[in-house]
């Protein structure tokens, strides 16, 4: 087989190169129209709707942070059920007051038994407690449970679900938690609950004869489970940080989709700290699994840390289904629940971000945002709600599937903290980022060679540092600034109109993390000169608050 | 197996084929439903050779719809660059573009239907040159010159396309460097 046959076997069955449509949404379309064949055929003749087609702009931002928070496995679990809900404090709350509804069921399999506890379901969400019990089987590596959903009789379910647990060292057990957006329609509705597979895995580990002072890029061959070979390339900034970015390439595409690859360093044989949070499995040119992680070179001296491949490895795997038929009721939660129609604006003069909903159920409070821009993006990064004078901390959920302008903040609900219909209740979006687009001024540059030259430019009233240089047969060109407030440039891009040349982006910033250093790549690049070009770039405003009462 | 166990064991595969053959992501939607509907209507418990005869259904739904839509207008308009070299787009398209990064799609649309299915069902999906005989009801002689043809082809855009494209295959990430949500908890 030729180079282009076997590029067009690859690449035409990669996943990675195509964002499907909403199948559930398209099964649903067929059904309501009748042609599924599982409701009645009365409209049979009827063509199925047709989907909105405005919905896929934001399929590439939802899918991409989907990738970026898929965080390593590498932590080990040894907490107690406390500690399980941490971050679902409005689920201990309603557990506390005896709201949730009890279920005691029980599958065993090979020795390994999952038992489901507890169900609490209220208009925002449904939260099942669970607990596994590998039996003798506990000490060979970590369990979890894959593909869990949950649907009711009809089949319809919410596509936002998902399950977490640790390792209960007084019980000898996993307890998790499962979490659906899907609640019931009516008071008590019949559901299942399906597991596809419960799976153990194990920590491996390789030695890697790094050498984080060569600016090359260095390949590593692993030849074992499913992973073929691991690359490094060390970006060095002086003594503020180390960079290094990692593409891993598999043989296998299950053990792509769990392997988790990473860098491990081990200095004097302590572990060390990543100095930043990195980013996950961003697919490379040729489907790699491209990661990139940071060191402070002072915590990595050369002559006492060694580093290591770690990546996981599937060791047991029990195939379901496990399922679990329940009966669901809300009554309980509903009497608790205020349901309030809204229409504020998210700051004074925001015409694009109104806030729409508000809904307090014993466990959470969730205000709902629509917007118009062209992202769904909101202004503010950072969310909290004030209620009677105490502050409550909240994130904001995009939604992936659905309704795509509208976005959910969600605040946990403290066990302690009454709320009627006269309480007080202030929103609060704090940090605001602004996209800019109106740069459109090139940057000329000039001699470029394999020394680093650095030019300084305003943008925005801003001072901005661009340095460029060769590195090999590549052109670098490296963007940032001292001042906080400048949020850092997107992408650029050498030239304009058909000869235009996009720089490759080498570095991942996230919205609103203060980090405005950027480097994009610009391979086999031919010349001295160049004028280079910015999409956009944002500004930071950490200290901009907006404040909207939403009750009384 | 029931109708959604069909539809849930071969849509991505369905929509997939559709969407390298006609190259745009609305359209590959739409097609796929059609497909299904067609199946579903149809008595597909019965066929011996399930997989080959939805893609055949696939193929020929998405021909179908490429032998509707291109009138002489749009097939000038969607050849044009392969005499000049890509024409500077629009705006709102150059906004489209940026929100897809589906190269390998836009590499195969540039080959001329008929051999763009016959390396469809060569190369996603496995199908040998018999079958794909078969399912196209063409000869094995049509199948094997459109195969060698559209190699040649597809091996000539990638040589022409080079650094350029590669790059461009980054720009969604571009897109959203600065935007990807970070506060999923």
Same mark, same amino acid.
């Given at each position: 087989m030729d180079r282009t046959e076997a590029l067009l076997k690859r690449r035409l069955n990669d996943d990675n190169e195509i964002l499907y449509p909403d199948f559930e949404e398209m099964w649903g379309r067929m059904e309501q129209a009748g &042609?599924?064949? %599982?409701? $009645?055929? %009365? !409209?049979?003749g009827a063509p199925a709707p047709h989907r909105h087609r405005s919905w896929r702009k934001f399929t590439i931002a939802a899918s991409l942070s989907a990738l970026l928070v898929a965080?390593?496995?590498y932590a080990a679990v040894q907490y107690d059920w406390g500690i399980l809900l941490r971050y679902r404090g409005g689920v201990q709350a309603a557990l506390a007051q005896n709201l949730g509804q009890p279920l005691g069921q029980t599958i065993t399999k090979d020795g390994v038994t999952l038992t489901l506890h507890t169900a609490l379901t209220d208009e925002n969400r449904t939260v099942i407690l669970y607990s596994l019990d590998v039996g003798a089987d506990r000490e060979s590596g970590m369990w979890n449970i894959q593909g869990m959903s949950l649907k009711d009789a009809k089949g319809n379910g919410d596509e936002m679900e998902y399950n977490y647990q640790q390792w209960d060292e007084k019980n000898q057990r996993y307890n998790g938690y499962f979490e659906s957006n899907w609640t019931p329609d009516q008071e008590t509705v019949k559901v299942s609950l399906t597991a596809k597979r419960i799976e153990s895995y194990s920590q491996q580990e390789v030695d890697l004869n790094l050498d984080t002072d060569s600016p090359q890029q260095q390949s590593f061959p692993v030849n074992r489970d499913g992973l073929e070979s691991f690359s490094v390339q060390p970006f060095k900034e002086g003594n503020e940080r180390l960079m290094l970015s990692t593409a891993a390439v598999f043989s296998n595409s299950e053990a792509k989709s769990l392997a988790f690859p990473q860098i491990i360093a081990y200095r004097d044989g302590e572990l060390v700290s990543n100095s930043q949070a990195g980013a996950f499995g961003k697919p490379g040119d040729n489907g790699e699994y491209t990661s990139l992680q940071y060191y402070k070179p002072d915590d990595v001296p050369k002559a006492d840390t060694v580093y290591k491949l770690g990546y996981t490895k599937l060791e047991r795997n029990i195939d379901g289904p496990w399922t679990f038929d329940l009966e669901l009721s809300k009554k309980k939660m509903a009497d608790a629940t205020i349901k309030t129609a809204l229409d504020l604006p998210l700051e004074a003069g925001d015409t694009d971000n109104r806030i729409e909903q508000m809904v307090v159920t014993p466990t959470q409070i969730r205000v709902s945002v629509r917007s118009k821009a062209k992202f769904a993006e909101l202004p503010y990064v950072k969310y909290a709600l004030e209620v009677d004078g105490r502050k409550l901390e909240g994130g904001a959920w995009y939604s992936t599937t659905g309704d795509r302008d509208l976005t959910t903040l969600r605040f946990e609900r403290p066990a302690d903290l009454e709320i009627t219909k006269t309480t007080s209740m202030t929103l609060i979006g704090k940090y605001k980022v602004t996209r800019h687009e109106d740069d459109k001024t090139p940057l000329q540059l000039t001699n470029i060679s394999s020394e680093k030259q650095t030019l300084i430019r305003e943008t925005g009233g801003i001072p901005v540092q661009w340095t460029y240089y060769m590195q090999g047969a590549d052109l670098y060109v490296e963007t940032k600034s001292d001042d906080p407030h400048f949020g850092g440039v997107n992408q650029t891009h050498i030239g304009t109109g058909k000869d235009r040349i996009l720089g490759k982006i080498v570095t991942v910033n996230f919205r609103g993390e203060g980090n405005n250093h950027s480097i994009d790549v610009y391979k086999d690049f031919k010349g001295t000169e160049a004028a280079i070009y910015m999409f956009f770039y944002s500004t930071n405003e950490p200290n901009k608050e907006t404040r909207v009462q939403l009750q009384p | 197996m029931g109708n959604r166990e069909l539809f849930q064991t071969y849509s991505k595969e369905v929509y997939r084929t559709c969407y390298y053959m006609v190259h745009d992501a609305a359209d590959a939607e739409d097609l796929c439903q059609e497909v299904f509907i067609t199946l579903f209507r $149809?008595?597909?418990?019965?066929? !011996? &050779?399930l997989k080959a005869w939805i893609m055949k259904v696939t193929v020929n739904t998405c021909l179908n719809h490429l032998k509707r839509r291109n009138s002489l207008q749009q097939k000038l308009m969607a050849n044009l660059h392969l005499f000049k070299g890509s024409p500077e787009p629009p705006v709102e398209k150059l906004a489209e573009q940026k929100e897809t990064k589906l190269e390998w799609a836009g590499y195969m649309s540039r080959l001329p239907v008929k051999i763009r299915a016959v390396l469809t069902l060569r190369y996603m999906h496995d199908f040998s040159m018999d079958e794909i005989s078969g399912m196209l009801a063409i000869p094995l002689g049509t199948v094997k010159s459109r195969q060698h043809k559209g190699l040649r082809l597809m091996k000539k855009i990638l040589e022409e396309t080079g650094v350029q494209i590669i790059a461009k295959e980054e720009e969604p990430y571009g897109q959203n460097r600065s935007t990807a949500k970070a506060s999923l908890k």
């Open positions: &042609h599924a064949g %599982t409701v $009645s055929r %009365t !409209d049979a965080v390593p496995v | $149809s008595q597909w418990q019965n066929i !011996d &050779h």
